[in-house]
């Protein structure tokens, strides 16, 4: 544990160098935030968004939550964490992209695949959001991709998120990133396949 904090802590040092070599920084910090891009991401170790793509302070608006999930639409007297930071993602700071990304090598997934023990306080409770009776039989990435897509039609229960996609302020993405091979692929409606995204 020393280790690994001293890393953080290095780290810090180097960011806190960089802030002040930068003139532009402490400025831009220092404004309202105006993302254009919102990431519901997981909160896998591995799978950072602004480290995969290489993005500065300010630009990106990110959720993460096990296994990158939209749960649907439900407005009661409950606490609803990812709810209410797409309200404020997308109401508030009026972001243009919605990208859910989803990754390989799950754990959150593979935790409903193996049927994981229900002795914990929260997490299969979150998972329950998923229909996953068919995921036993299914490949893991299968499993994670299909994932994505209910995430992506939940995120069509909440109203509006349906009234900035009905006049074009809003476009959702859904994203898969390979951590093997590093590879991210974008969801074709078309193909209804997952491809690999152009540079």
Request: proline share 4%; aromatic share 10%; charged share 25%.
């Amino acid at each position: 544990m020393e280790k690994s904090l001293t890393k953080i802590l290095n780290g810090y040092r180097q960011f806190r160098e960089n802030y002040k070599n930068l003139t532009l920084m402490p400025s831009k910090l220092g404004a309202d935030q105006k993302p254009e891009i919102m990431i519901v991401s997981c909160c896998d170790s591995r799978v950072d968004p602004a480290i995969i793509f290489e993005c500065d302070p300010g630009d990106l608006f990110v959720i993460r939550n096990i296994a990158s999930l939209i749960p649907p639409y439900e407005k009661d007297e409950f606490h609803h964490g990812t709810s209410a930071a797409l309200e404020f993602g997308i109401k508030i700071l009026n972001v243009k992209h919605l990208i859910i990304l989803g990754h390989s090598n799950c754990g959150g997934i593979e935790n409903i695949r193996q049927n994981c023990d229900k002795k914990n306080d929260f997490i299969s409770n979150w998972l329950s959001i998923l229909n996953s009776k068919n995921f036993n039989n299914l490949p893991l990435e299968d499993c994670i991709k299909t994932a994505l897509t209910q995430s992506y039609d939940n995120c069509l229960t909440f109203p509006w998120i349906q009234e900035k996609i009905q006049s074009g302020e809003l476009e959702i993405h859904t994203w898969f990133f390979d951590l093997k091979t590093g590879i991210l692929n974008q969801y074709d409606k078309n193909t209804r396949k997952y491809v690999a995204i152009s540079l």
